[in-house]
């Protein structure tokens, strides 16, 4: 993902934007910041499990 660049970023935008059409976008972008956000709290629990058991 590092080598996409600011164009390629762009191109992916206008082709989502495309496929959803614009009234999408912003469910589709709430939808992943749950999902993010979700992985980012069961990521950590995980950890802080592991960081127990070592005690």
Known sequence: MGNIGISGAILIF???L???G???LPELGRAVGSTLKE???STKGI???DYDKEK
Do not use: G, L, N, R
């Open 14 to 16: 206008v082709i989502v």
């Open 47 to 49: 950890m802080d499990e």
């Open 18 to 20: 495309i496929v959803f």
């Open 39 to 41: 992985f980012k709290k």
């Open 22 to 24: 614009p009234k999408k």
